[in-house]
């Protein structure tokens, strides 16, 4: 099973790009989904997900204000809205999907089951 991640490029600072994410293989209604990325020589770090159950986000602290996790149920999709992007932003952004996990753990990689392929912000300062 694969998700579909896409939308990234190169922006400047301050810009704003929104990444995709959706999957024909399952419904995303009953999954929470989430976004992560890694930068360079670095560990893969949550970002921001959604349990498209009941609607409940969470976002690291280091985006919240700047970036919207949002849904589209009829688009089967799953959008991460990115404003004001600084240069340590730039990474290989990947969406996730789980059925279920425990809100304490939404934030690390093993906690979900179904991932795509990952993809490029580039914010350049």
């Known amino acids: 099973v694969q998700l579909q991640a896409s939308g990234g490029g190169l922006v400047q600072a301050g810009g704003s790009l929104r990444l995709s994410c959706t999957t024909s293989a399952f419904t995303f209604n009953d999954y929470v989904v989430g976004w992560f990325r890694q930068a360079p020589g670095k560990e893969r770090e949550g970002v921001s997900y959604?349990?498209?159950?009941?609607?409940?986000?969470w976002y690291v602290d280091s985006v919240k204000g700047r970036f919207t996790i949002s849904k589209d149920s009829t688009r089967n999709t799953v959008y991460l809205r990115m404003n004001s992007l600084k240069p340590e932003d730039t990474a290989v952004y990947y969406c996730a999907a789980a059925p279920r996990l425990i809100y304490s753990m939404a934030g690390i990689p093993s906690s979900y089951d179904y991932w795509g392929q990952g993809t490029l912000v580039t914010v350049s300062s």
């Open positions: 959604i349990d498209n159950r009941d609607g409940a986000t």
